[in-house]
């Protein structure tokens, strides 16, 4: 392959790659509803408004009282206290309240209902309280100008619960359109698809990266749009291409990244746009391209992915995903030697084991590029960088969970 001398460390091709998200991004939102923000990624921090609780609130249905009012009281010695139904309260005074209501003026506590004996004008209170007890204080959840949510995470259902009981009724998220192309005169779309014998006599193979491809952009928070296949022709490459280019922010295609005599994709990106990577020192997914070009004025991204499944699956989460939402990660052993190669970052897909009442991991044994099954059995997976050789059993690694 001609573009292996040309080939740039894993870290350098994403510090390219984040550095073109930044110079397209800074007007790619949209106002949200917070009932429809859902799994969409913030464009902006996001601060309160006001705190939470924006008034003293009872944490436990009873009664609100002047804790100094119930010092002493036990069940052999109750202190009994006049019930009012005014919003204020006054010495010796108590309130009856349900979880969550605001305290009267002048009450400090609450003493829990189990604890009293309710009659017609006043309560028996069989516990003392202290100032504050069974009180939610203003801001105790939130306070004003508390950070809510960061600018690049994925909106949660509790950040929805958050931000609406903030009042704040719309959110900025990130509005990018990313269409998906796959080609391959060897593919079939699954919509055209009649019978599995029908991929035995013809020998294709069922458009399945399209799909993947397309639920990773979901996955990631945004927007995709998946194309028809395109057959390995120039022309009609070109066509398509440029089609997406136009309806899109960002375009993927997956197939076409090497050099053989059918891969047309490098080649015709290379007249639309400017390449500015092709070829990463990493395994799977070495043959992976990144591209810029400019559509009537305006900055797009082209990825140019493998058509093998699964380093296309992995080319997506370094330099995609990765950049709109990066996977947690743990430090757990691993269960036997692993090998690599100074000078590339292996990506090595791993599952989840108990051994000895420990959780661990272990490396799939399974390799290639196309072998989907082992994406599907993976719990996670870890890097092995350029500047290590390997890990040896029961050594501590960093593993990137799903």
């Known amino acids: 392959m001609k573009f292996v001398k040309e080939l740039i460390s894993r870290s350098d091709a994403k510090n390219k790659v984040f550095e073109k998200f930044e110079e397209i991004l800074d007007d790619k939102f949209e106002n949200i509803e917070i009932n429809k923000a859902f799994g969409k990624i913030c464009f902006e921090d996001v601060h309160a408004p006001c705190n939470i609780p924006m008034f003293n609130r009872s944490a436990m249905d009873g009664y609100a009282v002047i804790a100094e009012d119930t010092f002493g009281a036990s069940q052999t010695n109750p202190i009994i206290l006049n019930l009012v139904k005014t919003d204020s309260i006054s010495e010796e005074e108590i309130y009856r309240l349900s979880t969550g209501m605001k305290l009267p003026e002048n009450s400090n506590a609450v003493v829990m209902k189990e604890y009293t004996k309710e009659y017609d004008s006043f309560v028996e209170i069989y516990t003392g309280v202290h100032p504050n007890e069974n009180v939610s204080r203003i801001g105790e959840d939130v306070k004003t100008g508390d950070l809510i949510i960061k600018k690049g995470e994925l909106i949660t259902p509790y950040h929805v619960a958050l931000i609406s009981s903030l009042g704040i009724k719309k959110i900025k998220c990130y509005s990018l359109k990313i269409g998906v ?68 922010d960002i375009v993927i295609t997956t197939g076409g990244t090497s050099v053989g005599d059918r891969d047309y994709t490098i080649e015709i990106i290379k007249k639309i746009g400017n390449i500015i990577f092709h070829g990463v020192q990493i395994r799977p997914g070495r043959p992976v391209g990144f591209a810029e070009a400019e559509i009537d004025g305006k900055k797009k991204l082209l990825f140019v992915l493998s058509g093998y499944p699964v380093a296309s699956a992995v080319q997506f989460e370094l330099f995609i995903a990765n950049y709109f939402k990066p996977r947690k990660s743990v430090k757990l052993q691993i269960n036997r030697n692993i090998a690599s190669s100074l000078g590339r970052t292996d990506i090595v897909r791993v599952k989840l084991v108990e051994s000895e009442g420990f959780t661990k991991i272990e490396p799939l044994r399974i390799t290639g590029s196309g072998v989907l099954s082992s994406m599907t059995k993976a719990d996670g997976y870890l890097m092995i960088k350029e500047n290590i050789e390997g890990y040896e059993k029961d050594e501590f690694v960093e593993v990137y969970l799903f």
Do not use: F
């Not at 006599?201 to 995709?224: H, R, Y």
């Open 181 to 248: 192309i796959a080609t391959g005169d060897e593919l079939l779309d699954i919509e055209d698809l009649e019978s599995v014998e029908q991929l035995e006599k013809t020998a294709m193979i069922v458009n399945s990266n399209s799909m993947m491809v397309s639920d990773l952009v979901k996955e990631t928070g945004l927007s995709p749009t998946a194309y028809r296949k395109v057959p390995d022709n120039r022309e009609e490459l070109e066509k398509a291409i440029k089609k997406a280019l136009d309806e899109n």
